[in-house]
């Protein structure tokens, strides 16, 4: 009877044994599973930035050509308005010049 308590005492420390070394490697497993779930949730947080990042530049910079197209036209008027001005003003210039020559 005491061999039998003996042994049935041998059989629970090996099964203890054996469910300290199951939930070890399942304690590992989770872990294991934990950082690989991490590293991609990371990953795809860093390609979402950067894809957010490339829409936001690419309206930034559309923003930017819009506005350069409207201050070169807005220039191009004043330039041409300008220019209006000074040829309407050459045939006054050379009356003028021609009368200095002249008297």
């Known amino acids: 009877m005491v061999n039998e308590s003996i042994e049935k005492i041998k059989k629970a420390e090996d099964s203890a044994k054996d469910l300290i070394k199951m939930s070890q490697a ?13 590293a991609k949730i990371l990953e795809d947080a860093k390609k979402q930035v950067s894809d957010e990042s490339k829409v936001v530049n690419k309206n930034a910079e559309s923003e930017a ?4 197209a ?12 300008l220019k209006s ?3 309407s003003n050459i045939s ?12």
């Open 85 to 87: 001005i000074a040829e």
């Open 26 to 38: 399942e304690s590992e497993r989770t872990v294991r599973e934990a950082r690989e779930r991490s």
């Open 70 to 81: 409207l201050l070169k036209e807005k220039n191009q008027a004043e330039i041409n308005n």
């Open 92 to 103: 006054k210039a050379a009356s003028l010049i021609i009368g200095r020559i002249i008297a």
């Open 65 to 68: 050509e819009k506005e350069i």
